[in-house]
């Protein structure tokens, strides 16, 4: 779960891949599984992605370029798969809130695995993948004895692609919209946490119970809920 902290954290570049392919029921979506031994986010359900790295950085120091770069790296070691850049778009970008103890602007991709590549984990750092439809990820969420787990940014990269048929217009629909920022603000509840998002009436002064549009997620004792007014 998250991790808080008193002090002001810096915030590191990261990059992250949320791969889809067409499964026989619908589109599907890779996710992996920190081993349980990992001091961050241990047991979480996650898309394949980490920091960028010094190495990440072309010459020009261009932060979008260093982030393409990490993405192909990490999804390279943590799924065993090779994209290139031209397969990746640019889905969202999420920055963690203040109050967390490990603090990362992170970019998140887009990729469509076409060429019937196989994943391979190496049973340390991940523990275990699967491709799983959007719709089944939230039903297990649901269920308080399951022992699957996510956060926020995951499950709300999840809610964006769960009515899209096949990669093909998952594809269509990320590249025709504008990239959201997310910047989010923690407001604890009863047994949980709510993240405000830009576009919240409660946004400015992290208040809940304002008037007005929705645009947040809920965190009670691990379920998600995810509401956004349109």
Not at 3 to 9: D, I, K, P, R
Not at 83 to 90: C, E, N, R, S, V
Not at 191 to 206: K, N, S, T
Request: charged share 25%; hydrophobic share 40%; net charge negative.
């Amino acid at each position: 779960m998250l991790e808080l902290s008193e002090n002001a954290e810096p915030v590191f570049p990261a990059a992250t891949v949320v791969l889809v392919r067409d499964g026989s029921q619908g589109l599907e979506v890779l996710l992996v599984q920190r081993s349980k031994a990992v001091a961050h986010m241990g047991g979480m359900w996650v898309f394949p992605g980490g920091r960028v790295d010094e190495g990440d950085y072309p010459t020009d120091r261009d932060e979008y370029k260093a982030a393409l770069n990490a993405a192909i790296r990490e999804t390279r070691e943590e799924a065993g798969l090779d994209i290139g850049a031209g397969q990746l778009t640019y889905l969202s970008h999420w920055t963690t809130p203040e109050g967390a103890k490990k603090r990362f602007s992170t970019w998140f991709f887009l990729a469509v695995l076409e060429d019937g590549q196989e994943v391979t984990v190496d049973g340390g750092e991940i523990a275990c993948h699967r491709w799983v439809r959007p719709q089944v990820a939230f039903a297990e969420l649901a269920d308080p004895e399951h022992p699957f787990r996510l956060m926020p940014p995951t499950f709300v990269s999840l809610v964006e692609l769960a009515d899209c048929c096949s990669c093909g217009e998952a594809h269509q629909r990320i590249e025709s919209r504008e990239v959201f920022y997310y910047a989010p603000r923690m407001v604890f509840v009863k047994d949980g946490i709510c993240f405000l998002y830009e576009g919240d009436a409660g946004y400015a002064d992290e208040r809940l119970e304002v008037e007005g549009p929705r645009h947040r997620t809920y965190m009670i004792d691990g379920q998600l809920e995810y509401l956004r007014d349109q």
